[in-house]
């Protein structure tokens, strides 16, 4: 049975940082894309960063480059996103996602095959 635990959400004010983390279980982690996405209320879930097979293989979307780092740990089964110099647009339920390597590349939510339970961002003005 795969999971994804995903912890270190909660309330910052505008400027400060958090550390995102989601434990995975239940598959060969090393083989797996991991990617994080966000979903503010009344949008669409929307991708935010992926990291490949290491962690100089990383992309994120233009909004959060430069203050968001996505990094994974192949020995703790662990992808972690830490977030700097937070906007209150960035509130959001933060998940993790994860995707076989052998499939393609598409930063869609549709192209993920397993998803964390969600944590909570909220970053206040």
């Known amino acids: 049975q795969v999971q994804l635990v995903e912890s270190g959400g909660g309330l910052v004010q505008a400027g400060g940082s958090l550390r995102l983390s989601c434990e995975v279980s239940?598959?060969?982690?090393?083989?797996?894309?991991m990617a994080w996405f966000r979903q503010a209320p009344g949008k669409e879930r929307e991708f935010v960063a992926r990291?490949?097979?290491?962690?100089?293989?990383?992309y994120y979307i233009d909004s959060v480059k430069g203050r968001f780092t996505i990094s994974r740990d192949n020995a703790k089964k662990t992808v972690y996103l830490q977030m700097n110099n937070l906007r209150p647009e960035d509130t959001a339920v933060y998940y993790c996602?994860?995707?076989?390597?052998?499939?393609?590349?598409?930063?869609?939510?549709?192209?993920?095959?397993?998803w964390g339970q969600g944590t909570q961002v909220t970053v206040s003005s």
């Open positions: 239940g598959l060969t982690f090393s083989t797996y894309r």
């Open positions: 996602a994860t995707v076989a390597f052998t499939r393609p590349l598409i930063d869609s939510a549709d192209n993920y095959d397993y």
């Open positions: 990291v490949g097979s290491s962690n100089s293989r990383t």
